[in-house]
């Protein structure tokens, strides 16, 4: 069983920062690749951004350039820094762990860009 807890979300202005963190329980942590994906109101869900198990990044082409996700494995913890915001990053952010046939979903964070 895996546990995913995401904090960091809140409101800030356009062309703002923040940092989610999203902390996790279990062993498979390390092994495992993390991403981070964004729902805005009325609209599906989308990947913002991975990092697998050895570290290497993908990021959604707009998000290049403003957002770094890091994970730190001995604190089972993946990041999310969110740089020059935008009203359109507005959204609920989740976590999710996937390694093999396994996945599990945080419970979000909201994100709310003010212009």
């Known amino acids: 069983q895996v546990q995913l807890v995401e904090s960091g979300g809140g409101l800030v202005q356009a062309g703002g920062s923040l940092r989610l963190s999203c902390a996790a329980s279990g062993s498979i942590f390390s092994v495992a690749g993390m991403a981070w994906s964004r729902q805005a109101p009325g609209k599906q869900r989308e990947m913002v951004a991975t990092v697998t198990a050895g570290s290497i990044t993908s990021y959604a082409d707009s998000v290049k350039g403003r957002f770094t996700i890091s994970r730190d494995n001995a604190k089972k913890t993946v990041y999310l820094q969110m740089n020059s915001l935008k009203p359109e990053d507005t959204g609920v952010y989740y976590c999710?762990?996937?390694?093999?046939?396994?996945?599990?979903w945080g419970q979000g964070t909201q994100v709310t860009v003010s212009s």
């Open positions: 999710n762990l996937k390694y093999l046939a396994f996945t599990s």
